[in-house]
């Protein structure tokens, strides 16, 4: 081997080795121009901790070792079928304007959407009418499963028996503003059956969670440095040289409690999809990762008081699981400003600041 091939050899191992495992966060070529250490204050603190994510016990048949694996909130729809459930859905909101759809033959299949035409509206009408009603139940089946279907997350069967059962019952007018806003409606039947798998997600979780085939493991490692499009280094105690700076106006504020603690060591402003997150029924990625001078770990939310709704509710849940899991040195807050949000491990902002800085 050459001079040049051996030094090639070490540059793209050199590479190899800086840019894998947890501990490298990379981004686009952009984001790669800013490169941001972890404070030096900071790096035996932040490389000593290793933050809990649920696990799910490995299944490897008669060679199972009791090895645990990151869950994933798709592992969690094992036994889900459509089969006996809620074939109600509400349509009011439905478009009745029709598109049709063209799906690329070579690369990308891109939906290319363009209105139809009265005159083509007509056409689809007569050719309605012209058939028996058991026909015009399968011809709109069949369109509305070529949508749905693109997503792949079920078997076909399914979703063509669950779709049957929603259409049945409807007249031919119903069917032909079904036709005429396909995508409208199987968009409207789609959020349906994700609905239903999230609250089978959710019953399965708290199920094998209690029955000990999840557990929460400390595996975790905070990446050595984050690479943000756009960042801040003007905010006291954060972890990095710069955080991500796309807080608004109330995240702002709930970081300004944080940062004025003096029982605070530093704080990190998670990236959302990239950086960690409370792994379960669904991928959830709180605003702020908080360390204190007594080793608390804190993962806290910030909630503008508009957002006090399910998807807040189902976030809180699985954080104070999150928090039971975890053990005593960990803890999950949902911070609004003003609103009550009656559940645990909700606060008000002035709450929070009377909390956090006892921990």
């Not at 033959?105 to 007569?126: F, I, N, W």
């Not at 702002?252 to 998670?270: A, E, F, M, P, T």
Request: glycine content about 6%.
């Amino acid at each position: 081997m050459t001079d040049m091939e051996n030094q090639a050899e070490q540059q793209t191992q050199k590479y190899t080795e800086e840019t894998s495992g947890e501990n490298f966060m990379g981004g686009t070529e952009a984001q790669m121009q800013h490169r941001f250490k972890i404070r030096t204050e900071n790096i035996e603190s932040a490389q000593a901790l290793r933050l809990p994510k649920f696990c799910i016990k490995a299944d490897f048949g008669l060679f199972d070792d009791g090895a645990f694996n990151y869950l994933e909130p798709e592992n969690l729809l094992e036994g889900f079928r459509l089969t006996g459930q809620d074939a109600n859905v509400n349509f009011k909101l439905a478009s009745g304007e029709m598109y049709s759809v063209d799906i690329a033959q070579s690369g990308e299949a891109v939906p290319q959407y363009r209105m139809v035409t009265d005159r083509d509206k007509k056409k689809l009408r007569e050719y309605l009418d012209s058939l028996p009603q058991e026909r015009q139940i399968a011809t709109c089946i069949d369109a509305i499963c070529a949508v749905i279907n693109r997503k792949n997350a079920y078997r076909s069967t399914d979703i063509r028996d669950y779709v049957k059962r929603v259409i049945d019952g409807l007249h031919s007018d119903d069917l032909l503003a079904m036709l005429t806003a396909k995508e409208t409606y199987a968009k409207k039947i789609q959020e349906k059956i994700d609905k239903l798998a999230a609250v089978y997600k959710q019953k399965r979780f708290m199920q094998l969670l209690d029955e000990g085939e999840i557990e929460c493991c400390e595996r975790y490692e905070v990446p050595d440095f984050i690479t943000p499009l756009d960042f801040t280094d003007a905010l006291p105690k954060s972890l990095y040289e710069a955080e991500k700076n796309d807080m608004n106006e109330y995240e702002h504020k709930v970081l300004d409690v944080i940062i004025g603690q003096s029982n605070i060591v530093w704080w990190h402003r998670i990236i959302e999809r990239q950086g960690f997150c409370i792994n379960g029924f669904i991928n959830h990625y709180p605003d702020f990762l908080v360390l204190t001078k007594n080793g608390k770990v804190l993962l806290i939310e910030a909630k503008g008081d508009h957002l006090a709704n399910d998807d807040s509710e189902n976030k809180l849940i699985l954080g104070r699981k999150w928090q039971e899991a975890a053990g005593r040195d960990y803890r999950y807050m949902m911070v609004f400003e003003k609103k009550e949000f009656q559940h645990d491990g909700a606060y008000t902002l002035d709450e929070f600041a009377e909390v956090i800085k006892k921990l």
